[in-house]
């Protein structure tokens, strides 16, 4: 491709979860204000309005230029159902570049569809790796990490593990893109946000849990909901659709909502979800990106990853993060000595410092332009 065809070709960003539109909103900004011709599409994974749109306008981000909805389907023919449709897309746009953000079923497709099609995939937050082939997006990244052309990864430690798999692409250690994105939302979420008003207790614990290796199991869903009405203190739970689903199918779910020291409320907005992790006593979660969040100088908060493994390990390093596992004593313990020691956390987050989109741009720019 010559200099001047690749600069009149679009940059497509795609996303299709909620976290992807979180951490792309600081890529999208990027990328506009260096006057990148951008196509920006929702590949239609997260469809309900408070798991898609919600944030798309929230984050004052543009409409997206194509947007899809996939409904509910196995992770095969969701996964099939992206590729298609991207295929489609790619063929009639024809851009420079995509751009797809972590792990999901959405990003695997999409860069499947593109490197079908000959068209350069970066990923974004390349890298990760838990090391525990039980979770769909263990699949997903080191699929997507195989196949894409420039790998933005987020730590050393991601780095290190791209190196070692060999991959073909060019890797470039960026920072991870949420620490813009809470850089660029708490102010703004502390003037806008009335969350706190919703909320019934004045300490509280922030839990969130959505993972499929976790809630699909439903021994191990009953098991976070008696460990948190059991927790010495209250917890408020913005609850998942897919936990939700799971809880309302088992015939739990009317009970749970009754539990006096845990609040359940729909899924948030990020600018009152930022605005519980800044108040909250600590976080118990198995959310990936909240694991990052928590460590961002102006949240700072402890946190209780309820899993088996984490492909953030850099977190639970710093002193953030513990890995606590999925059992009900174990998880109790480690929240009652967390907040009796309340241990001073790092001032510096190991995710970067809030410049990661903006490195990430300057990187496109100069792979497209040379
Ligand atoms: C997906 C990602 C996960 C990411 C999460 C972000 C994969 C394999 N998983 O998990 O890595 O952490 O998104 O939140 O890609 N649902 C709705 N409305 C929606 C979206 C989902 O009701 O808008 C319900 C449906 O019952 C659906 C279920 O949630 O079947 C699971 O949705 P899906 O997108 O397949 O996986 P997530 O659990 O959201
Ligand atoms: N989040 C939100 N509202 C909520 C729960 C989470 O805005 O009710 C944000 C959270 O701040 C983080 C992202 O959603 O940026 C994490 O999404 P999720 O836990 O669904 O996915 P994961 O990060 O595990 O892929």
């Known amino acids: 491709m010559t200099t001047s065809e690749s600069q009149m070709?679009?940059?497509t960003v795609v996303v299709g979860t909620r976290p992807e539109i979180i951490k792309m909103a600081p890529v999208i900004r990027a990328l506009q204000k260096n006057e990148f011709p951008l196509i920006f599409v929702h590949c239609g994974q997260h469809y309900d309005y408070n798991m898609s749109q919600q944030f798309i306008e929230e984050l004052e981000l543009p409409p997206p230029d194509y947007g899809y909805k996939v409904k509910a389907y196995s992770q095969g023919a969701q996964t099939a159902r992206i590729i298609t449709h991207m295929e489609r897309l790619l063929k009639k746009t024809s851009p420079a570049l995509v751009l797809a953000e972590g792990d999901t079923n959405g990003v695997l497709a999409t860069a499947l569809a593109a490197v079908k099609r000959g068209i350069p995939v970066g990923h974004v937050e390349a890298g990760l790796r838990s090391f525990d082939l039980r979770m769909p997006e263990e699949h997903n990244r080191r699929l997507t990490d195989h196949i894409s052309t420039y790998l933005f990864a987020p730590t050393k430690n991601a780095e290190n593990n791209l190196k070692r798999e060999s991959v073909w692409g060019k890797i470039y250690a960026t920072g991870n893109t949420v620490i813009d994105a809470v850089i660029q939302h708490l102010s703004i979420a502390e003037k806008k946000s009335k969350i706190l008003e919703v909320v019934r207790f004045e300490n509280f614990v922030l839990a969130t849990a959505h993972r499929a290796e976790n809630v699909d199991d439903l021994a191990v869903l009953k098991n976070f909901m008696e460990t948190f009405a059991e927790a010495s203190q209250p917890?408020?739970?913005?609850?998942?659709?897919?936990?939700?689903?799971?809880?309302?199918?088992?015939?739990?779910?009317?009970?749970?909502?009754?539990?006096?020291?845990?609040?359940?409320?729909?899924?948030?907005?990020?600018?009152?979800?930022l605005v519980l992790m800044k108040n909250c006593e600590m976080i118990v979660t198995d959310s990936g990106g909240i694991q990052e969040e928590a460590t961002a100088p102006c949240i700072r908060k402890p946190v209780l990853v309820i899993r088996l493994s984490t492909e953030r390990p850099e977190a639970v390093k710093a002193g953030f993060a513990e890995v606590v596992g999925i059992k009900k004593q174990k998880i109790l313990k480690a929240m009652t000595r967390t907040l009796e020691k309340r241990r001073e956390l790092p001032a510096k987050s190991p995710y970067g410092n809030g410049n990661a989109a903006e490195k990430i741009v300057r990187i496109i720019k100069k792979e497209l332009t040379f």
């Open 9 to 11: 070709k679009a940059v």
């Open 235 to 273: 917890v408020v739970y913005p609850m998942h659709p897919r936990t939700k689903k799971r809880l309302q199918q088992s015939g739990v779910y009317t009970k749970i909502k009754k539990f006096k020291n845990i609040q359940i409320l729909p899924p948030l907005g990020y600018l009152d979800f």
